[in-house]
Structure formats: structure tokens, C-alpha cells
């Protein structure tokens, strides 16, 4: 079964793709490199001995996307994963976020429509949920994201969600990522963000390869544990294993529209993933405690269940392996 990986890749969608090819599929991938490298196909293919079709266009180019799909007439569901996603980018230029995250996905959708390819999975983001006390969060819990990123996450899901209502053949899989890390076992792949992180762990990274001197821990006056933040981080590779079972899901037909988390149901502050970070690498990373980032929450992490229940789904990898993988990964290709 052929399946069209957009962002492909990128830092999930290249741990997808090789997930998707050891399953036995057929991966094309389109991805336009602002945000990847072309060595990742290479990666891909050292993992996995298959070197995917590779396009190098942007998926708001519906023309581009249609040459795709005359070459490829047999694809029978796409992973959308393209998307720029840093939020305090999209909070200086929201239209870059809205033209590019929202005209891929309606540019998907047109062609998708031309060539009666009805299976569609859609990267979306625990950023769409409220800001909320209540915790763990549910598929149903309370929507209403905060910046400009996670609002063309949570646009989208209801372009969706109005499609699908349309055009009741069309089968929609949104899976929302809390905090994905860690990197494939190979060490070939991994994250690599342009520039200076604004995540923790590859800025953490980047620190015990000495490219930066310590960590800043924005705030610990939050009202948790040990008062620093708390995230749901789920390793990629279990990630990318939730898309393969998302996948089989989808292909059984008769969906509809269905959205499930991806994550662990457990929450780790940022002290849990330093320390943990340096017991498992050796004593590498400092830290001192800044104030906090505009924009945090104290606690977010999800319920799995639903995604246990009817996906049989369920995330195995545990901190250490978190930890250790993405350090092995940035070793390597620093
Ligand atoms: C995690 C914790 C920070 C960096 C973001 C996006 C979300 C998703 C995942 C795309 C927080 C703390 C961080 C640092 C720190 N991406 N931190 N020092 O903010 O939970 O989620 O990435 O879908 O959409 O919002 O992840 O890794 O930035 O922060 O102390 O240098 O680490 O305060 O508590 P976040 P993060």
C-alpha cells in the first residue's frame, strides 16, 4: 500500500517513514527542506535498505502536489505532517503560519478530491486544548489554543472535521502529539532544529555537546512537584509506531473522523528529564533557574486511553530511553 508522507523529512515524519516501510508499505515523500535536510533520505535508507520517492516541492503548490499524484496514482492515504511549528515565530508572523499550515492542508484536500484518495491523517498538537488545571487532558476536553501556531492546529482539525461531515466516505485520523523526544535507536535520525532550540531537549542536547555553556529552566515557582514544568514526553519512535496503528485504523475503512492523543499519561518536570538526562549521559548538563517563558503552562499530559482502546496503542519507551537516544543522536551529527 502506497502512502504520500508530507514533511517526511522532518523530524517525526522520518521516524514515521521508516516505521511505515519496516510494516511493509510503500512511502512517498514530499517535503520542501525549510525545515529538514535531503541527508535524512539517505538516513532513511541506511535504516531501512529502501530509498523512498522523494519530491522535493511544497504542498501549498496544489499544481505540484497534482504532478505527484500522476506519477503515483495508486496512494491510498497521506500523513500530513508538513507544518512550520515554532510558537514564538507564529506569534511575530502569524500570516506565514496561517498561509503555509492552513493552505497545505486545503491544498491536500483539492487534489486528494481529484484523485478520490480518501484516507487522511492529520499531525495535529496538544496545543489545541484550553488552558486547563483539570488534568489528565481528553479527546473531549475543552479546546481554545493560545498562539497563533496551535490555532492553525486547531483550524485545521475543523476543516477537517467540516470535510469529512461533506463528504461521508473520506476517513479522517487527527492525532494529537504532546511532547515528542528521543531519537531512532540507529542514532541516524533524529531532531535537528534550525537554529537556536526552542524546545528542551534539543536545546538540552546542544548543551552536553558543549554548543551552548547551561540550560535555562524558565521558572521554578510553578505550583508542581519541584516547581518546574510538566509535559507528557513520549519517544518518537513510539510516536511513529501510534501512526502506523493509526494507519492500519484508517485503511480498515469506515472511520469517519476520529482523534486520539499520543502520549504516555504521565507527566515529567524539567528537573525529571535533566537529571534523568544526566544520569543515563554522564553529569553534562548545568542549569540555573531564569524566570518564566511567556506563554507556559505548570502542567500538561495526557490520557492514552482512548487511543489503547481502539488503536491498541500504547507508548513503551520509558525517560532513560528518551534521554539516552537523543543524546546518541546528537553526538553523532554535531
Ligand atoms: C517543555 C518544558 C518549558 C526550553 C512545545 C509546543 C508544542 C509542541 C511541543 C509542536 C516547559 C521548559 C524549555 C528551555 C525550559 N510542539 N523549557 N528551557 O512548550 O511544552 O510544547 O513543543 O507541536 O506545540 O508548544 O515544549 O520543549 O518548549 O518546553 O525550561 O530552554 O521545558 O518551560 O516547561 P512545550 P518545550
Redesign the pocket.
Given at each position: 500500500m502506497k502512502i504520500l508522507l508530507t514533511g517526511g523529512l522532518g523530524y517525526i515524519g522520518s521516524h514515521t517513514a521508516v516505521e511505515l516501510i519496516q510494516n511493509g508499505y510503500e512511502v512517498v515523500i514530499v517535503d520542501n527542506l525549510s525545515n529538514s535536510k535531503i541527508e535524512v533520505l539517505n538516513k532513511i535508507e541506511l535504516i531501512t535498505g529502501i530509498l523512498p520517492k522523494f519530491y522535493q516541492k511544497d504542498v501549498c503548490d496544489q499544481h505540484a502536489l497534482q504532478e505527484i499524484f500522476e506519477e503515483n496514482k495508486d496512494i491510498e492515504a497521506i500523513i500530513h505532517f508538513a507544518g512550520f511549528?515554532a510558537?514564538g515565530e507564529s506569534c511575530l508572523e502569524p500570516l506565514k503560519y496561517y498561509k503555509n499550515n492552513i493552505g497545505s492542508t486545503l491544498s491536500l484536500l483539492n487534489v486528494m478530491e481529484k484523485y478520490n484518495c480518501k484516507n487522511f491523517i492529520y499531525s495535529s498538537?496538544?496545543?489545541v486544548y484550553a488552558v486547563s488545571e483539570i488534568m489528565p487532558l481528553y479527546e473531549d476536553s475543552p479546546l481554545g489554543a493560545s498562539n497563533p501556531?496551535?490555532r492553525t492546529?486547531l483550524f485545521n482539525e475543523e476543516i477537517l472535521k467540516d470535510y469529512q461531515t461533506a463528504h461521508p466516505d473520506f476517513n479522517v485520523i487527527i492525532l494529537r502529539?504532546?511532547?515528542?523526544i528521543g531519537a531512532h535507536e540507529s542514532g541516524l535520525i533524529g531532531e535537528d532544529p534550525n537554529g537556536i532550540?526552542?524546545?528542551?531537549?534539543p536545546?538540552i542536547c546542544k548543551v552536553a555537546v558543549g554548543e551552548f555553556d547551561h540550560?535555562?529552566?524558565?521558572?521554578n515557582d510553578y505550583n508542581t512537584k519541584d516547581g518546574?514544568?510538566?509535559?507528557d514526553y513520549i519517544h518518537v519512535v513510539d510516536l511513529a509506531i501510534g501512526h502506523a496503528k493509526a494507519l492500519e485504523k484508517l485503511t480498515d475503512g469506515d472511520v469517519g473522523l476520529k482523534i486520539y492523543n499520543l502520549g504516555t499519561g504521565v507527566g515529567y518536570s524539567?528537573l525529571d528529564?535533566v537529571n534523568t538526562f544526566n544520569k543515563v549521559n554522564g553529569n553534562l548538563v548545568k542549569y540555573e533557574f531564569v524566570s518564566?517563558?511567556p506563554g507556559?503552562i505548570a502542567i500538561?499530559y495526557a490520557s492514552p486511553k482512548k487511543a489503547e482502546n481502539e488503536l491498541g496503542f500504547k507508548a513503551t519507551r520509558n525517560l532513560e530511553d528518551m534521554c539516552k537516544s537523543s543524546y546518541e543522536y546528537q553526538k553523532n551529527n554535531h
Open positions: 511549528k510558537v498538537s496538544a496545543t501556531y496551535g492546529k502529539y504532546f511532547n515528542p532550540p526552542n524546545n528542551l531537549m536545546y540550560l535555562k529552566i524558565f521558572g518546574t514544568g510538566v509535559r524539567v528529564i518564566r517563558r507556559d500538561c
